[in-house]
């Protein structure tokens, strides 16, 4: 776990770097003596809980939070003040304060607040990857959804944004995540299930060439004839030629 005290007085960061020592907890700590600098290290070091003193020169610890929280809005932060005050406590709620603890803080109360941090962090890492195993479920549900779609409808007119309306996503999103999710686009993988289709088709020797066109969803041959001999490498009609000599 990524801690950063900050405090512009020493004591406080030496009193906690050797409570975690005694207790040899897994927790790196970093420091910083102002609002200012806890801004800039919390951007760059991302800390998991970050120990605010809201008396501090410059930028104190209430309005430096505020600041950390548009940027990183899962930080734990516990403030620590000198003062019993009210307003303090009022404004660290409003912030989504983990805990408020006054100053000094016994030794007992410490080492039972860092290993609380240390088992909700462990509970939030268990939850991540039920979290994504879940996502990834829906994203194959989403995806086998589209495909049954254009099993049942290959025959007729189909545009983009009928199969995202069908899936409940916008065109624009659904293009993106049917290409990242399957390797090809949308409009390719129509084509080759149609392509699919008329080669099955062309098995059957009373369907002409124009029929099997319309019915695999294509209402001009010649449009046909050249998607097919773009995925194909042949013409419709020497495929079929091939055919009738096997």
Same mark, same amino acid.
């Given at each position: 776990?990524k ?9 406080m960061?030496?009193?906690t770097?050797? !409570?975690?020592?005694e207790e040899n907890?897994?927790i790196? !700590?970093?420091e ?7 801004? #800039?290290?919390?951007e760059?070091?991302q800390?998991d809980v ?5 008396k501090?020169?410059?930028v ?6 505020e600041t950390?929280?548009q940027q990183?809005p ?8 000198? =003062?019993d005050k009210f307003?303090y406590?009022q404004?660290a709620?409003r ?6 603890l006054l ?8 080492k039972n607040?860092?290993?609380r941090l240390?088992?909700?962090q462990?509970?939030?890492q268990?939850a !991540?990857?039920?979290e994504e195993k ?7 549900q989403v995806?086998?959804?589209a495909?049954e779609?254009?099993e049942d409808?290959?025959?007729?007119k ?5 199969v #995202?309306d =069908?899936?409940g ?5 659904f293009?993106k995540?049917f290409k990242?999710?399957?390797? !090809?686009?949308?409009?390719? =993988?129509?084509?080759?299930?149609r392509?699919q289709?008329?080669k099955?088709l062309?098995?059957?020797?009373n369907l002409?060439?124009n ?7 294509y209402e001009?041959l010649?449009?046909?004839?050249i998607v097919f001999q773009?995925?194909?490498?042949i013409t419709p009609?020497?495929y079929?030629?091939q055919?009738?000599?096997?």
């Open positions: 776990m801690l950063l005290i900050v405090d512009d007085e020493k004591m960061k030496e009193y770097k050797f !409570v975690i020592q907890l897994p790196t !700590v970093f910083a003596s102002n609002g200012e600098e806890a801004i #800039a290290l919390a760059k070091l800390p970050i120990f605010m003193d809201i501090m020169p410059q104190n610890g209430l309005e430096a939070t950390i929280k990183q899962s930080a734990t932060v516990i403030f620590l003040s000198a =003062y307003e406590a404004k709620l912030l989504g304060a983990y805990d408020y100053k000094p803080i016994p030794p007992k109360d410490l607040l860092l290993k240390l088992d909700d462990k509970q939030r268990a !991540v990857p039920q879940q996502q990834e479920i829906y994203e194959d995806i086998l959804k495909k779609y254009v409808h290959y025959h007729s189909i545009h983009l944004q009928n #995202a =069908y899936v996503l916008s065109s624009t999103y293009s995540f990242q999710k399957t390797a !090809v686009n949308f409009s390719n =993988y129509l084509n080759q299930v392509i289709k008329s099955e062309m098995r059957n020797p002409s060439l029929e099997i066109s319309y019915r695999v969803g001009d010649s449009y046909f004839s773009r995925y194909e490498g009609t020497g079929r030629r055919l009738m000599t096997k």
